[in-house]
């Protein structure tokens, strides 16, 4: 059974960088076909797509944000990682991974 596990930051300061890490253990990230995906929801808000990595390495991110999404991985580590630059109070979210399945997500609140 995949499972998928966030990790990072629950707390990051105005104009930093936000980073996060999903752990994913049962599959490996590099099988063929999988993609491996940031997902947050703001508060009151529905949820929004910010970028995809593939088993291949291929890199997709969502144009619609207002500070683009980094998306890298680790496949020694069998881990893939999101950072958001110069995050303001709007990027306040639950941050989800998903690909087979979805991490339970954690909270980041952007605050001074």
């Known amino acids: 059974q995949v499972q998928l596990q966030e990790s990072g930051p629950g707390l990051v300061k105005p104009s930093q960088t936000l980073s996060l890490t999903c752990t994913v253990s049962?599959?490996?990230?590099?099988?063929?076909?999988?993609?491996w995906s940031w997902i947050r929801q703001s508060p009151g808000k529905g949820l929004e797509w910010m970028g995809s990595i593939g088993y291949d390495g291929s890199i997709y991110s969502n144009p619609s944000l207002k500070s683009p999404a980094s998306i890298s991985r680790d496949t020694s580590k069998n881990q893939f990682s999101l950072q958001l630059s110069s995050v303001t109070p709007e990027d306040t979210a639950v941050y989800y991974c998903?690909?087979?399945?979805w991490g339970q997500g954690t909270q980041v609140t952007v605050s001074s």
């Open positions: 049962g599959g490996s990230i590099t099988t063929s076909g999988y993609y």
């Open positions: 998903a690909g087979v399945a």
